[in-house]
């Protein structure tokens, strides 16, 4: 008898629904049991249950849990250590069925569209795997191939992690995190957007088209679909591999690195979401950024942006009522002062590099094991007596792409006056002038 795809396809949610479920839920009656009767180390426990229920998953809801460990003020300390050792280890599509994927995504006779095709993966992550091949012509190129049904898995995986999140919730009420888990959620389901993804190269291509030092790949249409996204392959090196550099490359790595972030959040309302190691490599001995993967990019309101250059003059000032306005723009509401206060302990962790008017580490001093551990156990400690504070979902992965450019920083110990590379991306900033230029380049890059 014949096999009912759509009967499999069926079949695989439920027990993808099922085995997801039954690790969450898991996870919240340990975290629960431990609420009742524990003592001692009971976020430690707590975390330590959850990184097991996790470790033993697969897919979109590792992911979450991936970005969830970046942001070490939205979880507790012990959270996100544990969170932060999770490994996606994503079981990578064999050859055979690799065929299959691309036929069902160009047609039975795909292969001549391609001089070379690598039938292994070169990478393989969370929602998808990318192949090298070659163009008719020989250029090289880099095929990232979606793995079946990821829409589903993601609306099964978000599902039960809402219902898990509305547990962690109860227990731990200093922070209400409904908009973070509804901003992950949208974020996620945009990375299964190749289509947008496509845009989004093509306008940050188009923002650096004058740079020599920061290439972005550039996509082949007739050989892309929604679940299908064939670019240029760009080759370099990771940045884990520039550590030994001399201080001179390993600083000008951090420069094209901070540009590579900021100034298109300044100049455009944009920014990459996810500034993981894999996500960009250097070519040249360093001299040259090669950013990469553009499933997770933010467009902000110019209204956001402005209040990220409200705070840094506020700080730079000591304007109080500046601080609590550009948190406002932010999306935090209902703020009293002792709010505004623990606010501060975090925002001036990460403005603390472009404050200070002198070449410095991101860290200055403070070992990259404890970097930002020390503020968010204070913001946590803090919001127990003060809170609770709802994380608005702007702030997430603006908060993340800081955290993350400030580890790489640190894995390069690299040496900069942030605060001049700061005030050079200002110039000339308006949030008309931003609104502006954000709406030609969208409508340009087709958004």
């Known amino acids: 008898?014949?096999?009912?795809?759509?009967?499999?396809?069926?079949?695989?949610?439920?027990?993808?629904?099922?085995?997801?479920?039954?690790?969450?839920?898991g996870a919240a009656a340990t975290i629960g049991a431990n609420a009742l009767f524990g003592t001692g180390d009971l976020d430690a426990r707590n975390a330590k249950a959850m990184k097991e229920a996790l470790g033993r998953l697969k897919g979109p809801v590792m992911k979450v849990a991936?970005?969830?460990?970046?942001?070490?003020?939205?979880?507790?300390?012990?959270?996100?250590?544990?969170?932060?050792?999770?490994?996606?280890?994503?079981?990578?599509?064999?050859?055979?069925?690799?065929?299959?994927?691309?036929?069902?995504?160009?047609?039975?006779?795909?292969?001549r569209r391609?001089?070379?095709?690598?039938?292994?993966?070169?990478?393989?992550?969370?929602?998808?795997?990318?192949?090298?091949?070659?163009?008719?012509?020989?250029?090289?190129?880099?095929?990232?191939?979606?793995?079946?049904?990821?829409?589903?898995?993601?609306?099964?995986?978000?599902?039960?992690?809402?219902a898990f999140m509305s547990v962690v919730r109860r227990l731990y009420t200093s922070l209400d995190t409904r908009e973070v888990v509804e901003e992950l959620a949208e974020r996620l389901r945009e990375e299964l957007d190749y289509d947008r993804e496509a845009k989004a190269m093509d306008l940050y291509r188009t923002f650096f088209a004058n740079r020599?030092?920061?290439?972005?790949?550039?996509?082949?249409?007739?050989?892309?679909?929604?679940?299908?996204?064939?670019?240029?392959?760009l080759d370099g090196e990771g940045l884990l591999a520039l550590k030994c550099a001399d201080q001179e490359t390993r600083?000008?790595?951090?420069?094209?690195?901070?540009?590579?972030?900021?100034?298109?959040?300044?100049?455009?309302?944009?920014?990459?979401?996810?500034?993981?190691?894999g996500n960009y490599t250097f070519a040249?001995?360093?001299?040259?950024?090669?950013?990469?993967?553009?499933?997770?990019?933010?467009?902000?309101p110019p209204a956001f942006v402005g209040g990220v250059v409200k705070l840094f003059h506020a700080m730079s000032t000591g304007d109080k009522a500046g601080e609590a306005?550009?948190?406002?723009?932010?999306?935090?509401?209902?703020?009293?002062q002792d709010l505004i206060d623990v606010l501060?302990?975090?925002?001036?962790?990460?403005?603390?590099?472009?404050?200070?008017?002198?070449?410095?580490?991101?860290?200055?001093?403070?070992?990259?094991?404890?970097?930002?551990?020390?503020?968010a156990f204070q913001v946590k400690q803090a919001l127990d007596q003060k809170g609770p504070v709802t994380i608005p979902r702007e702030f997430v992965f603006m908060d993340r792409a800081a955290i993350g450019l400030g580890a790489a920083f640190l894995h390069l110990a690299a040496e900069q006056n942030w605060r001049r590379l700061f005030e050079a991306s200002l110039e000339d900033f308006s949030e008309a002038a931003l609104a502006e230029r954000q709406a030609k380049a969208l409508a340009a890059a087709g958004f």
Not at 1 to 25: H, I, K, Q, W, Y
Not at 87 to 111: D, H, I, S, Y
Not at 368 to 373: L, V
């Open 1 to 25: 008898m014949a096999r009912d795809p759509e009967r499999d396809r069926l079949s695989g949610r439920v027990a993808r629904f099922a085995r997801v479920g039954a690790g969450l839920s």
């Open 66 to 111: 991936q970005i969830m460990a970046t942001i070490p003020d939205l979880l507790p300390p012990e959270f996100a250590e544990e969170f932060g050792q999770l490994q996606t280890n994503a079981p990578a599509m064999g050859p055979a069925f690799v065929r299959r994927r691309m036929a069902a995504e160009l047609g039975p006779a795909w292969q």
């Open 114 to 162: 391609f001089g070379s095709f690598d039938l292994h993966p070169a990478a393989a992550a969370s929602l998808g795997q990318v192949h090298r091949a070659t163009a008719a012509n020989g250029a090289p190129l880099a095929v990232k191939l979606q793995y079946p049904d990821m829409q589903s898995a993601v609306e099964s995986d978000l599902a039960q992690l809402r």
């Open 212 to 233: 020599d030092d920061i290439h972005i790949p550039t996509p082949d249409a007739g050989l892309s679909t929604g679940r299908l996204l064939t670019m240029t392959w």
């Open 251 to 277: 600083n000008h790595v951090a420069k094209i690195l901070f540009e590579g972030w900021w100034t298109p959040l300044i100049h455009m309302g944009v920014i990459h979401g996810d500034p993981h190691l």
């Open 284 to 300: 040249d001995g360093g001299r040259r950024l090669n950013l990469l993967d553009f499933g997770c990019i933010r467009i902000f």
């Open 325 to 336: 306005e550009a948190y406002r723009a932010w999306g935090f509401k209902d703020l009293s």
């Open 344 to 375: 501060g302990i975090w925002a001036r962790f990460i403005y603390a590099p472009l404050l200070d008017d002198r070449v410095r580490t991101v860290a200055d001093g403070v070992a990259p094991s404890q970097y930002g551990r020390r503020e």
